[in-house]
Structures are given as structure tokens and as C-alpha cells.
């Protein structure tokens, strides 16, 4: 063991030596690994301290109590004993709520209870009302302390009282001692606090005494209670199975095992599909990292030749010359780690502030996880021993002679790696074909394959080019041949460039595809730039009042109502279409258009009742004249045939659930238009049914607004108008909400900016600073075409050759290889079609592939031209 660490401990003085005499490369390999250490740390540092564990929300949970418990139910129940959730219970909808008293009843003598209560209140906020959670809380209580924090002021003790977020307060634009009217009947309550959430609590909340709790809407209790001594996990699970959930923070501070609380097996824990990607995403940086590092470990190795044969020549084995160079990685690599790991977890303190100032929900306690940061400091370490590893195996295999005499020898590429990579590239072909049947993890295995086969036949790749090299200029001939000589070297960075640009090619045309389908069956709830207005549990009387409000927000615009079956819980109904001349049940006489292969109601269901001018915006132009001539005759409109019989009549058909089966309540034979619609296509119509309101009174079953359409293709709402008109219509009632229909909008547009920004990067950096490395290798080179008379400008051609290798050779071959994964991944990405009878779609973001393809490769190799010096010292070609 002895002489194993002396042996260690030559090499590591060794590396830390050379590092010290070679700091630019070693600034490259400390920048290599050091940055994506950075990123991760920080990054996780950030993640921890937003994610808010129970012991870290206790405070906001319980504040000064033993326990929070909630009325679930009044039978059995299994809930998360962290959080209170149920996990399994029997729905029990009609049983009365649990009272303080009934929890007190279940308690240890000597309990105290705080009865809280949860709900929604809507507050005056500019022309309109805004709706958040709300709370009716004895905050003066002791067992109360620490609930909230009290920013300024105090907490309410009256009914006319309310403590208010800093949110609220500023866009309801009041102040301490101010009014702030809350409901839309404006009741006015003076503002006696601002009050902060705890960690992980949202900062818009309102706070008012418990005897306003009455105006609150969808109220529930909570109980919050303070024991003798402490409520253990016995005393919870007898509570759970009188029907109460509960958070104790005994059992916070001690958790049971998950399976003490679950019946059904169930596991809270990542699933494989969630291990799967982060280990995907894991193996990639890291082959990323070391794949960029590469070539500064080959460069090092071929400066560190003559002393590596003088160690051979002093009695030194292959594998003291193979420690040496692995000693340099693990230097340098555990060196930016770890460096990489301080300043990630100071750059995140220094953002935390910034982060948390535009976080809607509060942060928790600063906190750095050791496992995560240990997990990523061992990561970049092992990332420097691989990169180290190809150029280590090289060093053992040191020829002395040459070495001393200074002579570079002839690199070779052994016939197992082309072999090796060639396998791995087919078995990652058919892997990707086959997993197009099978998923996008399957699609995803056989990528990571052929990336994995490409990169260790790169090598050999590489020198494909070399009898290529006599076509071109003398520059190109020289690039292309020191490429091919220093394989190590150029392989590295061209497979680098080739991972990231397959990467990017795979996850573009994926990304790409996947929004060309939803912007194919995206349905538009309403005509473009019109406001849908839907207010729930309203009457005519309600609807007379939002379209008042309308007229003083939109003046001008058109309106128009949109009615269909009125609810009734105590006895749902329907309205059917049935075909024509079916004189049976709705059940077997449903119709449905056979001739179309997908209609797409905008306004949902079978059956609307519209006027004209609302159900024509919502339709095809093709189809638009005849519509609204059908409409304006008050004849029923019917997209589709097999529903108006030979007397142009259509039969709607009125029924109810009896609990056994459809009780028919009435049929309506209403005069009728069919409109043909074109077989096998896809059809965005208002509804199946269109009914003029003309006839609305003939129909089986009463039918009632539901919504308001405003405005529309002429008259688009703007966002400032939307703003004002949801705020507004609050006013009637608080389950008031305004849509206003904009078009599909691609969510995947900016993930794939940053996905060309980042791959663009990683294409350019590697590009330069690979051939910035190549350029320092071959300075004797370079110092002895200008001894024999080059042209100064020779030394810029062979950089810009040089980069045109690595760059767009690199690049061509990544977006050889992660095209076929691409296209395999858009298949099961996009062969959900709803029964449409519509293919998996397949587009290409050329745009983009040209952009990281060819572009930034391109520039590149413009920016090398433009950074080298045409003239240069003159060196001795021992000086390697």
C-alpha cells in the first residue's frame, strides 16, 4: 500500500508541476469542467433552497401548534403525514363538516383548538375585482405565532379588519390604515397589517378576523391544536381513521416508513421513466465535458513527451508513464470541481435575492445539499481521469528513442475501434427503428448508441480524410494531414462538435414536430380575437348585467350569446341529434357525422344555440355564406349528413338519467340545413347543432347562456382590454372568467432558441479552442514554412483549415447522425391523432439544423482566420 500512494504521489507532483508550467491549457481544462460543475451546483443550490421540506415549512404549516388537523371525511382515511394529503379515502360528499368541538372530542384532555378558515375572496383591484386565497384566522392567539410574518402592523382582531400581502396591497393600491373592499357587494374593511407567508407560501393572501369568515366563498376548516405533551404517530393513525388529516410536528420531526401509511403500494419516489432522462442528461454532459477536454489532454501529452522518456529511460514502467498523465486529470479535474463547486454556491447566494424577488411563492432557508454537491464534484473528477484516459494508455505505450530525439512517430488507429464503433452505430440504428413502435425511451437508447458508435469510430473517421487531402489547396493539404496525424487530438474535438450538433438535431426535429402537431389539432374555443365570458351559476339577470359591463369595456364590439342545456344537478340532461327517421332512444339513435373524419366544435358539445353573426366567425370561410343564410332563415344548422331527413327536418331529442337508464323528456323536429362537408377531412365548426335563437323555445329541454362572444376576427380584444374586462365582470359574480382566443402559440419556440444558443456555443467553443490547441502543437511546423519562404498568410490558411476539419466536419457528421433519431422520435411523439385517422407528422426545423450545422461552424472558422497571426518567431522543432 506503501509504495502504491508513493507512486501516486510522484505522479500528482508531477501534474501539479506541469500544470503550473502550462497555464493556458491549463485554464482551458480548468474552464472545460470547472463551468458545467458550476451550473449544476448552482443550479441545485437554488432548486434546494425553493423546494421547502416539512420540517422547513412547519412554521407556515402549524405555526405555534402541535398538530393541523382537517376534516376529510367521517370514515377511515389514509393520508401523507407530511403534508396532510389524502392519499386514499371514500368519498363522503353529504356528511356535515367536522366542528371544533367533534375535534376537540378526539383529543387528549387539556387540548387546545384554533379553528381556522380556508376559502377565496375577491378584492376592488382598479375597475374590477381580483380573486385570491383567504383566510378567517385567530392570529392573536399564542398557538398562532409564526404563521405569518407581520410585516407591518398587526394582525385583524375585528370583523372590519383585514392584513393583506405586500401583492395585494399593491395592486389593490392601498395602505396601511387604508380601505379595501372585498366581495363584489364592496364590503370595506380597514387594512391593519401587511403580513408576509412563510416558506413555500404564495404572497398574494388576505387575512380577516374569524367572524368574517362568512365572507369567504368555498370555505373549509382547519383545526389547529396545542396537546399535553406531544401527538405521536399512534395518535395520528386514530385520528386518520375517524376521517382526519393530519400534520403533527412530532411526526414531522420523527416521519414512519412510507409503507406504514400506504395501502396501496404506491411510492412518492422518482419513477424509472424520471431516473431514466436525468441519467441520460448526466451521461451526456459528462461525455460532453470529457469529449472537450479532450484535446488539451492530448496536447499535454505530446509536451510532456520528452519527459515522459526520461522517466522511461530512469527505470520508470508503462505504468508509472500512465499514472503520470492520469495524475494530470485527476489534478485538474478535482481542481475545477472543486473550484467550480464554491463559486456555483457562492454565485447562487449572490442570486438568490434576485431569484427569489421574482418568485411568486416564498423560498426557504439557504441550502446546500453535500451529497448533491459531493455527487458533482466526483462527476467532473471522473470527467478529467476519462479525458485523460485515451492520451494515459498512448503515454505507456512511449518509444523512448524518438521521444529523446524529438521525433513525433506515426499515430495508428487500431482496428478494433472502427470495428467496435461501426457495431455500436448499427445496433443504435436498428435500436432507434424498432423504438418507434415502442416509445420515445426507446427511440432515445438507440441515439445514445449511435452517438456513443460514432464517437469511438471517429478516430478512424478521421483518417478517411487524409487521401482526400491531395484535391485541396497546400493549406488545406497541410490541415487536413496534421488532423489526421494527431488523431487524439482531432478525434476528440470532432466528436465533441459531432454530439453536440446530434444532439441538437434530435431533440430539434423532435421538439419541431411535436408543436407542427399541435398546431394541427389545436381546436380555438372562440372566433379569433374574441373574448369568451363564462360566469358560473348565474341567471338572466347575471348575463343582462355582463353584457352592461361589456358595453362600457368594449364599446362597440359585438356580442353575442351562446346557450346550451341549462344544469340542473338533481336532474342532469341532454340534448341529442338523432338520425334520420330513428324513432328509438337516444342511446341507439345518437348521430354523428360519418362523412368527416374529425369535427372540431369550438363552442363544445352537440348542440348550441347562436345567432348568425357568432356562429359564422367560428366557421370555414367556404362555409360561412351558407351558415349564416341558414341561421338568418331560423333554420337549424347541421354540419354533416344522416341527421335532416327527406322533409329537411332535423330531430333533437330531449332525455334525463333516471339512474338506469335515458327517460326521454321530449323530441323537437326543427326545420333544418344540412351543410356538406368534404369526406375524410378534418372540419373546425361552431358546434354539430347550431340553433338560430329564434327557435330555442321549441327545443325538448330548457337551454340558458353560458357564455358571451365578443368581438372577433374585426374587433379583436387586446390584453389590456382582457385585463380590464375579467377584472370587471368579477363584479357579477366571483367565478367569472374571460378567455380571449389568440391563435395556437408554439411552447416549444424558445426551448428550441436556447437550444440552438447552447448548442451554437458548445459548436464554437469547441472549435476554437481545439484548433487553438492544434495551432499550439504545430507552431514548429508553422515557424518552418515561413523559414523556407511561405507566404505569411500561409499560417492563417491552415488555422482556417484546420477549424473547417473540426468544426464542419464534426457538425456534418452530427447532423448525419441525429437525423435518424429525430425523425424516430417524432413518430411516437406525434402518432396521437384522436381517432382523426391523421399521420405522425415530420418537420425539419432547417433553420435551425443550418444555423448549428453549418453556420456556426462556418463562423468559426472566419474567427480563427481573423484571431491568428500571419507571422510568427521563429521556433526550434525541438520546442514541442
Known amino acids: 500500500m506503501s509504495g502504491w500512494l508513493t507512486r501516486w504521489r510522484l505522479a500528482l507532483r508531477i501534474a501539479r508541476r506541469d500544470a503550473r508550467r502550462h497555464r493556458g491549457r491549463t485554464a482551458l481544462v480548468l474552464v472545460m469542467v470547472g463551468l458545467p460543475v458550476l451550473a449544476v451546483v448552482g443550479a441545485d443550490t437554488l432548486l434546494r433552497t425553493w423546494q421547502i421540506s416539512a420540517a422547513e415549512a412547519l412554521p407556515a404549516t402549524l405555526g405555534a401548534a402541535d398538530a393541523r388537523i382537517e376534516g376529510v371525511s367521517r370514515g377511515p382515511i389514509e393520508a401523507d403525514p407530511l403534508t396532510g394529503e389524502p392519499l386514499v379515502h371514500e368519498p363522503d360528499e353529504e356528511s356535515a363538516p367536522w366542528s371544533a368541538a367533534e375535534v376537540r372530542g378526539l383529543l387528549p384532555d387539556g387540548a387546545e383548538v384554533v379553528e381556522r378558515t380556508a376559502g377565496r375572496l375577491a378584492y376592488r383591484a382598479g375597475e374590477g375585482y381580483a380573486d385570491v386565497p383567504a383566510y378567517a384566522d385567530d392570529l392573536g392567539r399564542p398557538i398562532r405565532d409564526g404563521a405569518v410574518e407581520v410585516v407591518e402592523g398587526r394582525v385583524p382582531a375585528t370583523t372590519d379588519e383585514v392584513a393583506v400581502s405586500g401583492a395585494v396591497a399593491e395592486r389593490a393600491g392601498v395602505a396601511l390604515g387604508g380601505t379595501l373592499e372585498v366581495t363584489p357587494e364592496d364590503v370595506p374593511l380597514t387594512v391593519v397589517g401587511i403580513v408576509a407567508p412563510g416558506a413555500g407560501g404564495r404572497d398574494d393572501l388576505l387575512v380577516v378576523a374569524p367572524g368574517s369568515a362568512d365572507l369567504l366563498r368555498s370555505p373549509s376548516s382547519e383545526f389547529f391544536v396545542a396537546v399535553p405533551g406531544e401527538l405521536d404517530w399512534p395518535a395520528v393513525r386514530e385520528l386518520n381513521a375517524a376521517g382526519l388529516a393530519v400534520v403533527s410536528r412530532a411526526v414531522v420531526a420523527d416521519p414512519p416508513a412510507e409503507e406504514e401509511y400506504r395501502s396501496d403500494g404506491g411510492t412518492s419516489g422518482p419513477n424509472t421513466a424520471e431516473v431514466a432522462v436525468l441519467a441520460l442528461i448526466v451521461v451526456g454532459i459528462l461525455l460532453e465535458v470529457v469529449l472537450l477536454a479532450g484535446p488539451a489532454f492530448a496536447v499535454g501529452l505530446r509536451r510532456q513527451r520528452r519527459d515522459l522518456a526520461l522517466l522511461a529511460a530512469a527505470g520508470g514502467s508503462p505504468a508509472d508513464l500512465q499514472r503520470t498523465v492520469l495524475a494530470s486529470g485527476v489534478v485538474l479535474g478535482g481542481g475545477a470541481a472543486a473550484g467550480g463547486a464554491l463559486l456555483g454556491i457562492g454565485l447562487a447566494w449572490l442570486a438568490l435575492p434576485i431569484v427569489a424577488d421574482r418568485a411568486d411563492v416564498r423560498f426557504g432557508p439557504f441550502d446546500v445539499a453535500p451529497l448533491d454537491v459531493l455527487a458533482v464534484v466526483a462527476t467532473g473528477l471522473l470527467a478529467g481521469l476519462a479525458a485523460s484516459a485515451v492520451p494515459a494508455m498512448q503515454a505507456a505505450r512511449t518509444d523512448v528513442v524518438p521521444a529523446l530525439a524529438g521525433r513525433r512517430g506515426q499515430v495508428r488507429t487500431s482496428w478494433r475501434l472502427p470495428v467496435v464503433g461501426l457495431v455500436g452505430i448499427a445496433a443504435g440504428a436498428v435500436l432507434t427503428v424498432l423504438g418507434t413502435k415502442g416509445g420515445e425511451f426507446g ?35 497541410i490541415a487536413v494531414r496534421d488532423a489526421t496525424r494527431n488523431r487524439t487530438r482531432t478525434a476528440s474535438a470532432v466528436a465533441a462538435v459531432m454530439a453536440t450538433v446530434a444532439a441538437v438535431t434530435t431533440m430539434a426535429i423532435g421538439s419541431q414536430s411535436d408543436s407542427a402537431q399541435a398546431r394541427r389539432d389545436y381546436v380555438p374555443q372562440a372566433p379569433m ?27 362597440g364590439s359585438p356580442v353575442g350569446r351562446i346557450g346550451s342545456v341549462a344544469h340542473d344537478e338533481d336532474e342532469p340532461r341532454s340534448l341529442t341529434p338523432v338520425r334520420a327517421g330513428c324513432t328509438a332512444g337516444p342511446g341507439e339513435c345518437h348521430w354523428f357525422p360519418t362523412d368527416v373524419a374529425w369535427l372540431r366544435p369550438t363552442f363544445g358539445g352537440e348542440v348550441v344555440v347562436a345567432d348568425a353573426r357568432t356562429a359564422a366567425a367560428a366557421t370555414p370561410d367556404r362555409l360561412r355564406e351558407e351558415v349564416t343564410a341558414a341561421l338568418r332563415a331560423d333554420r337549424v344548422v347541421v354540419f354533416g349528413g344522416g341527421a335532416v331527413d327527406a322533409a329537411g327536418e332535423v330531430t333533437l331529442l330531449g332525455s334525463t338519467w333516471n339512474g338506469s337508464a335515458d327517460e326521454i323528456l321530449g323530441r323537437a323536429a326543427l326545420p333544418a340545413t344540412e351543410i356538406a362537408v368534404s369526406s375524410g377531412a ?52 366571483a367565478q367569472a372568467y374571460v378567455y380571449v382566443e389568440r391563435g395556437w402559440t408554439d411552447g416549444l419556440a424558445l426551448a428550441r432558441l436556447l437550444l440552438f444558443v447552447v448548442g451554437g ?60 433519431p429525430g425523425i424516430a422520435v417524432a413518430v411516437p411523439l406525434t402518432s396521437t391523432d384522436f381517432g382523426a385517422g391523421a399521420r405522425p407528422l415530420i418537420d425539419v426545423p432547417w433553420l435551425l439544423l443550418g444555423g448549428v450545422g453549418l453556420a456556426v461552424p462556418l463562423l468559426a472558422v472566419v474567427v480563427t482566420g481573423l484571431a491568428v497571426r500571419s507571422r510568427l518567431p521563429m521556433v526550434s522543432r525541438l520546442d514541442a
Open 443 to 477: 427511440v432515445a437508447a438507440g441515439a445514445v448508441l449511435l452517438v456513443a458508435g460514432a464517437v469511438v469510430a471517429t478516430p478512424w473517421l478521421v483518417g478517411l480524410l487524409a487521401p482526400l487531402a491531395r484535391w485541396l489547396p497546400a493549406a488545406g493539404l
Open 529 to 555: 380575437g374574441a373574448a369568451v365570458v363564462t360566469v358560473f351559476q348565474t341567471g338572466e339577470q347575471g348575463w343582462t348585467a355582463v353584457e352592461r359591463i361589456v358595453a362600457e369595456q368594449l364599446p
Open 682 to 733: 378534418e372540419l373546425q365548426v361552431p358546434s354539430l347543432v347550431v340553433v338560430p335563437p329564434a327557435l330555442a323555445d321549441r327545443l325538448p329541454v330548457p337551454v340558458t347562456t353560458t357564455s358571451l362572444v365578443i368581438g372577433g376576427p374585426g374587433a379583436p380584444v387586446s390584453p389590456a382590454a382582457e385585463e380590464r374586462l375579467a377584472e370587471a365582470v368579477r363584479a357579477v359574480s
Open 761 to 820: 456555443v458548445l459548436v464554437l467553443v469547441a472549435t476554437l479552442t481545439a484548433t487553438g490547441l492544434a495551432l499550439a502543437d504545430a507552431r514548429p511546423d508553422l515557424a518552418t514554412l515561413a523559414a523556407i519562404g511561405a507566404a505569411p498568410r500561409s499560417s492563417r490558411f491552415i488555422a482556417m483549415g484546420s477549424a473547417a476539419v473540426i468544426g464542419v466536419g464534426g457538425a456534418l457528421l452530427g447532423l448525419l447522425v441525429g437525423a435518424g
